[in-house]
């Protein structure tokens, strides 16, 4: 009865926990469509209410779906990081996270709707099943997808991208995303269609399925007609082929190779080019050895900034590139914007937290004198910019999605005045001004222009202007000055206080800029407000690499950041290397007026939502996965150690999975049944997390029994934390408890019976033990660690890291408590990674022979040991990247070779071994000291295979295999151990 009411409770557990992710929502139902929304998010519910049946029928129409169904549409008003899921598991469903994209995102016209577009895609393209297929997904639910044995990262995300991509907006009409693929062929490095699949882990990593699967599906679409290309999806997703490749071949009559090289044929490239180092003036940017990743440039009059790899530096402009000093003044990951003041003093940096349930937007304020950091403490800040006025400073920036303005989809710009403390540092800021943008639009860029005025881009649909607030004081107007020309797209806006293009009595400015089948160039713009003039001057030249993210550091020459197809690098060249064409731009009538009026680019039809009820979670209880041949558990025995739980018996169960609208917590229960040993279980699972790394958790357990009765049970919680500190340091948590109660599994044959009757093989297997016993296990964990990615490479970590790890063990008989073994102990570990010991790397990372080493060190690891210490040094490391056509069909994708040296020494004295061995830290010193105490060791070297299978959802490096293969010696071996070993392994990160 007690286990009855502890398996109660945490069904309760888990009902309330997910009643509480989904409070206060409420369901508004379509044709097609449950979409199921809070309060706040009203507003966006009606716009996807009023569409997604008419997208649902286009789709289904261009993809022949003959049998329509529903899905739940889930808006996330909390995630404020742009992006969106549709997941078959447990069951079909999508997420969408109510937020506006960045600027570097921004390349849809309605980019809710369209990011709707791309999920439902997603959808219907996986549920293409009919027949057998569509019974089988009755029976057993949505995630039994036969698509997902076929269907690719490339397929999948290729054709959502070319979906998004039909009206004219979306990533393939974008060339700051086509860049990635014109940059490849121009490099010479232009992967196979085999290599694009999914299963590149190196940069540019997934991106490349997006961009080179989206341009090449609307290729073969345009080529071919859109009815082929649905012919060939159903083909995948009805199990009509071995593999994508053979399907293609099927319906195109060519192969995919060849497909694709009429495809790579058909790219085109500028016919002039500069290529970097290649031509005379373009160069590496000074202090070159600091930057393995740059990116995301400022400049001030006096100051130029850059991040790099969780790191941001800082050098005082000269008049040659080549005399500045970069230092290193901030640590701080997911930088996402920087800003300077137009004189320099503050640093604004825009940044993704992970300090809650969900990713948040957030800013922060260098201060380059006083050499402080002031935290801004709200939510949902975009394009974070200080502003100088006379001797005043002002905070300038977008929100949207704060607890007093809910409507993400319809942010504001904001200005708050900065309050300083005696001692000159900022102490608060005081809003001044807010003004809401319009529904669906969005700013960009928002920067000081030297002489108290604010700058920024609007974006309106596809429409690009540029706004400013003149002066700013308590009170202001926004005007907008002029309109960019159709077709241009903007990116990178800031002010050129070098006077590149015209003198000092005229506002420029510096920009990134592409037209319609050109490459990412150079923009510059001047304003003469005494003469309400502009000229804009565009250039005509062509950089491999692109030219993102210019900043002006000298009136004659210009920095930028260069996208090469697996790394980026920032360069530099003076500005008589390129050709200009200058063209005059009016200005809006809208200046001349007292203020511009801001229009929404959509408007919210709530009549959409006039059928909307509370949502309910019963209403998805009963749908789910449903698994055969399948347990959740299966029987337990304690360890010849004593220190953990092994399974024992492998029963056929019938287990069922399923969730909420949201994904998570995820439930699931089983019962399974062992014909051998007449023995059935009765499991469950309960599985949280949140959207951050903040909290994970999971319950489960099972109760046994047999023909005796009652068996064993076993209860099992785990949960972990990570949170980030101080911008630079993580703090960690674990705790992983077992409990076993009852008889263990220890069985053996009965002999006595006659097997020439298979029917007797049941109950054949007997627990020759009927002892009951109780067993009981906790291990917590908890850490700091500073360690981070430093570059490009895949070694290239560096930081320390410290942990204690507390465990403690407890056996006994059930009805003998006083013959027990009861154990705790409490170890301690430090850990120091190094990118290189040789200051010395390739380029682009291809080959790391620089020596990237981990020195580890831990104290009473274990029962009796007092240290052990170790070294793991990287000798060499290859990145291969690729499929070869010696394996069959490509199906399997090389990611990397890699060889490895470590040594592991340790210390121990058995006579000492003991609970809580950290008290006896003097006795083992001693151990140490009379030379009582053994020293044992291993040298091994080893070499690594990593490669993945390039074959529908397994494309993907969480399915990566390593096959390995060590020879290790013993210099001083225990007793047990032998002198010389040779061994090999295949492990799985899943």
Known sequence: MKRRIFFGLLCGIFFVSAQESLNQKFIAKTRYFDIIYSKKSEASAAILAENADKIYEELAEFYGLSDKFRLPVTINHDYQVFNAYFSFAPFNHIVLYETLPGESYAFSEDSF??????????????????GFWKGLKSVFGDSANVGALFDTTFMIEGSAVESESLKGDGRNNSEFNRHLVKQAKIEGVFPKFSEVQGALDFSPGTEASYIFGGLFWEWIVQKFGHEKFSLFWNKCSNFQTLTYFTGFKSVYGLSFKDAWNLFYDEIKIPEKLKIPFQTEGIEKFADSKKTSNPKILSSSKNLISYYDSGEIFIAEKKPSQKDLKFKKVLSQMNVQNLKFSSDGRFLCVNYNSNLSKFPKRRALIFDTEKKSVFH????????????????????????????????NLNPSIKVHKIVFSKNGKIKLTQEIFSEKLGFLNQGFSFCDGGDGSLYFIFKNGMNLSLNVVKKIESSFKIQKILDFPKGMTVRNFSVDFENCFSGADKTNFIFSYSEKAAFVRLGFLSIDFSKNSAEISLMKDDVSGGIFNPVSISASSVAWNAKFYNHSQILCAPLVQFSFEKKSLDFCKEFFQDKTEFKSFATPNFEFLSNAKKFSFKNYFYRGTLIPIYSLNCSKRISPYLDSLENS?????????????????????????????????????????????????????????????????????NFSSLIELNRNWNFSLSDSFQ??????????????????????????????????????NNEFKLGFSNVKSTGRGFFERSGVSFFGNFETVYVSRADNF????????????????????????DENSVFTFNLPFVIQGNLFPAAGYFASLSGTFVLFNWEIQKSFNWTPGNLLYFNRIYVYLSYLGKFSDEKLADSFSIFKFPEFLKSFSDSQMKYSDILKLTGSMTFTPNFGGLANPNFALTLSAAFAVRFFALPTEKQFVFSWSLTGNF
């Open 113 to 130: 709707l369209n990011t709707f577009r791309h999920e439902l895609t997603h959808a219907i393209t996986m549920n293409l099943q009919t």
């Open 649 to 717: 018996g492998l029963p056929v169960g019938l287990t069922y999975i399923s969730g909420s609208t949201l994904t998570f917590p995820l439930y699931g229960v089983s019962g399974a049944w062992d014909f051998l040993s007449n023995s059935g279980i009765f499991s469950y699972l309960l599985y949280g997390r949140t959207d951050t790394s903040i909290f994970n958790y999971s319950v489960s357990g099972f109760v046994e029994f047999d023909g005796k009765g009652y068996k064993q049970s076993v209860e099992n919680l």
């Open 376 to 407: 801004f403490k709200q939510d949902g800040i975009s394009d974070f910019s200080v502003l100088k006025n006379g001797s005043d400073y002002f905070l300038v920036f977008q929100q949207a999605g704060t607890k007093n303005d809910t409507e």
């Open 739 to 776: 409990f076993f109660e009852g008889r263990q599994n220890l069985y053996s044959f009965n002999a006595e019976k006659d097997y020439s009757n298979p029917f007797n093989y049941f109950e054949s297997l007997k627990n020759f033990s009927q002892d009951k016993w109780l067993f009981g």
């Open 818 to 841: 006083e013959n027990k073994f009861f154990f705790n102990n409490l170890a301690l570990n430090c850990s120091v990674q190094f990118p290189f010991l040789i200051p010395v790397q």
